[in-house]
């Protein structure tokens, strides 16, 4: 069965640290998303990757095929990266499956 | 930067009705993806749509989900008898060359209420 799994489901920090935010899932992928979800609800695409490493910014997205298994990093945490994280996989049949989001606080 | 815009953002209608909801995907794109997520849950897949027709879709698109591009800009998902469940955020999405070469660009939404 295609499943994704997000952890944590909650995370709260203080301005300035070091997040991860981890996405596992259990078979074989085409490629995977990392969303950001805005309170009042707009998603936007951060990274779409299928092997390897991706950097924009203070975001950095990794992914290790062999263990089927995704992080989201943000360095020097800000008040405006709170938000919803989405985790979102294709497991090449053409529908994305999404994990259940980690909702980031940053505190000032 | 171009964006993928959704009206309306608040429909409110009556159980048993029908409602349109609206999507102007970015011009060059190609693929089209419609999703929902009902308050509280995770974001589901509902249906994909290239070259003019549905390429995919889940056990939720049943036979009161429709999708259509009537013209070269519009990509619309029509529910024909609403339902209570039909209650939530419904997401528009595209993208240039499919979903496993290029991002997806997601509009804000249209959130649904069903009374």
């Keep these: 069965k295609n499943e994704v799994e997000q952890s944590p489901q909650n995370l709260t920090a203080q301005e300035g640290e070091f997040i991860t935010i981890n996405c596992s899932y259990s078979v074989g992928i085409s490629a995977l998303h990392w969303l950001q979800q805005h309170p009042g609800g707009g998603i936007v695409s951060l990274f779409m990757l299928s092997s390897g490493k991706k950097k924009h910014g203070r975001l950095i997205a990794t992914i290790n095929i062999q263990e089927k298994h995704s992080s989201l990093h943000i360095t020097a945490s800000h008040p405006r990266d709170s938000a919803v994280y989405i985790c979102a996989v294709d497991f090449g049949n053409e529908k994305l499956t999404f994990g259940t989001g980690t909702r980031l606080t940053i505190i000032p | ?115």
């Design chain 2, 1 to 115: 930067e171009p964006e993928v815009t959704q009206t309306p953002s608040h429909q409110v209608t009556q159980m048993g009705q029908e409602v349109i909801l609206r999507c102007v995907p970015i011009s060059n794109h190609l693929y089209f993806y419609w999703y929902r997520q009902i308050l509280g849950q995770k974001v589901e897949f509902l249906v994909s749509f290239y070259n003019n027709e549905i390429s995919e879709k889940s056990e939720i698109f049943d036979d009161q989900f429709s999708v259509e591009r009537p013209d070269g800009s519009n990509f619309t998902l029509k529910i024909r008898s609403t339902k209570l469940e039909d209650s939530a955020m419904y997401f528009c999405a595209s993208s240039d060359q499919g979903r496993e070469v290029s991002p997806l660009h997601f509009g804000n939404g249209t959130r649904l209420t069903v009374t």
